[in-house]
């Protein structure tokens, strides 16, 4: 069950005055896998949220429509609207040039094409009020702000990990675990262990809490996978799929190296969720078109003729098989012949 279940299932109806407290995600223990283990709870109007900035409050209340991000480009782009489509909100788009779409069934909506790291950050700023990315984003660029709250943590696709991986040679050849690795010798203050990585945040919380108090970090965007083999770091924390690239560059991952699990997941703002008209409902109209969807994947209706003087025999011979007589029992039709109109 989504997040966003148990929040509507505690208020399902409720005003926007009264929801006054949304846990933000989190995570336990030295891995930051976060995946499904968020929480949204309401409680009394005594809330920090009736006392945030007040330019703040004012900006979420300057415009009227509800702003939903999506990924401008690449897989998860056209993943997210593959999934929006098979949920009955196909996004219509007039020119692919814009930025700007709307999804017609879903009354005073925008969508709005940015960047996966940009759709978070404009959430925390209050430009966007619902978005889809991968929690990896959620987590590097929300940085745990109290405002995001993740409404659907599991839209089963853009699956990856975000995981560390060091050389298969050299002084690495046989280190195969995190314990191994912050236990040699070799990294002191004059000398630390050199990570490259585009998630320096993630990276930084992690070593941090696995023990690994001697680490630089320098930042980069794409081929982290020759940052190793070029002398420039001694490992990389980047996204890891199917582990080919990493395998092919001679690099490995390692137990207990894994930061977070990540996949598609809908986000929501905070402040939009409780001051934007229209936010609330939306966002459970989403909500409910993607579980329909999601639940009904890998469900079939099985429909076939059968001989039978009644439809209590039929009834009778199908349910002797626990594999024909569906989750409540068989739904029995007759069957009139083309020809004379006899059933």
Sequence with gaps: MSVANLFFQQCPFASVASLSSLSPFSHSGPSLRVSVKFTVSCSSLASPVTVLDR????????????????????????????????????????????????IPQLSNLEVWFQRPKDIVRKLVSGDLDLGIVGLDTVTEYGQGDEDLILVHDALDYGDCRLSLAIPKYGIFENINSLRELAQMPQWTSEKPLRVATGFSYMARKFMRENGLKHVSFSTADGALEAAPAMGIADAIVDLVSSGTTLRENNLKEIEGGVIVESQAVLVASRKSLIHRKGVLDTTHEILERLEAHLRAIGQLMVTANMRGSSAEEVAERLLSHTSLSGLQGPTISPVFCKSDGRE
């Excluded at 409050?57 to 702003?67: L, M, Q, S």
């Excluded at 782009?77 to 040039?97: E, I």
Aim: hydrophobic content about 35%.
């Design 55 to 102: 330019n703040v409050e004012k900006k979420v209340a300057e415009r009227n429509e509800i702003r939903l991000g999506l990924p401008s480009k690449g897989r998860m782009a056209s993943d997210t609207l593959d999934l929006l489509k098979d949920c009955q909100l196909s996004v219509r788009q007039v020119n692919t040039r814009q930025y700007v779409a709307e």
